[in-house]
């Protein structure tokens, strides 16, 4: 046995994870090359060396689940490719302005045929809120309804919709709440998508960055954008908010987040699912919104959304022959790596999702908080 093999297998061994074991979250290796790989290029060269069939698990998922659960990760690598991604969120700004459409261009406008197929009716690209709901667009839709409850969204009110996807939210807030809605995006495919969606609604879908942004507005929400933000923009993403929102007007931020404050990405997502990425803690956002902002309601619904990374990826696997003339088999293995290894994170309570609502002085009588 190579002394590779051996330290990759005393890793496992407390997760109770085997190599070439017979249950769904063992490893089957297939090129014995996976071993030096793994130690030397850690979650990139796990991600590189499955995409391109080094190795499988039945259920990806449920093995990533115990990987972080037991906090299974290789020594320190020494690689350069680690260290210049780590350098680079350490001393650079990856989330500047001349960098913000970047991530449209490389993960939001890979083809409206995928994101239909996976995320279904409602087009969200966010965590789904499953508590009384029976499927994927019924949670979907629960999730709109709890946000615009939150925001206590009225007839008339003006929303900014920061980071709006498709126009899944501004469509249901002009519907069903008859509200003014202006949605910004940094991905070309989802303002045309949102401009379909909104057709004749008092929606306005715009190609911009949330630096850019002016006027004045009642309601200001971000669902899932705020991942896109990084560390060195938090100050003054909260500050955008604060001087574009009302007095007495409320902001609702839905982030994904981590437990712990972190000052990187993982390299694997950077560079092949969503670069230039990064996942707040909650003591980053608090800092960040000091003195501008009075918390009123913090929710966390993290555990909702292994639920729906699974839902999203049996609509993406159901749908896959439809897709794979367009996309190809490696970004099969890519696109499922992503979609369960996320799953495993949520199970294991790794990654968290909140909803934070702020005003800019305090709800007069206190904020009373949907639920």
Known sequence: MSDAKATVQALLRPADIEIDGGRPWDIQVHNEGFYPRVLRYGSLGLGESYMEGWWDAGQLDELFYRLLCFDVRPPLSLSW??????????LFNPQRRSKAFEIGERHYDRGDDLYRAMLGHTMVYSCAYWQEAGGLDAAQEAKLRLVCRKLGLKPGMRLLDIGCGWGS?????????????????????????????????PVEIRLQDYRSVEGTFDRVVSIGMFEHVGRKNYRGFMETVERVLRDDGLFLLHTIGLAYTGWTTDPW???YIFPN????SLAQITRASEGLFVIEDIQNIGAHYDKTLMAWFHNFDRHWEDLRPQYGDTFYRMWKYYLLACAGAFRARRN???????????????????R
């Open 277 to 280: 990425s990064m996942l707040p």
């Open 169 to 201: 939210l501004a469509q249901y807030a002009a519907e069903h709440y008859e509200s003014e809605v202006v949605g910004i995006t940094v991905s070309r495919n989802q303002v045309e998508e949102g401009l379909r969606r909104c057709q004749g609604l």
């Open 81 to 90: 490719r680690i260290l210049s991604h780590n350098v680079m969120y350490l």
């Open 269 to 271: 997502i950077a560079k």
């Open 352 to 370: 968290q999702v909140w909803q934070i609502v702020f005003s800019k002085r305090g709800v007069p009588g206190g904020y009373v908080p949907a």
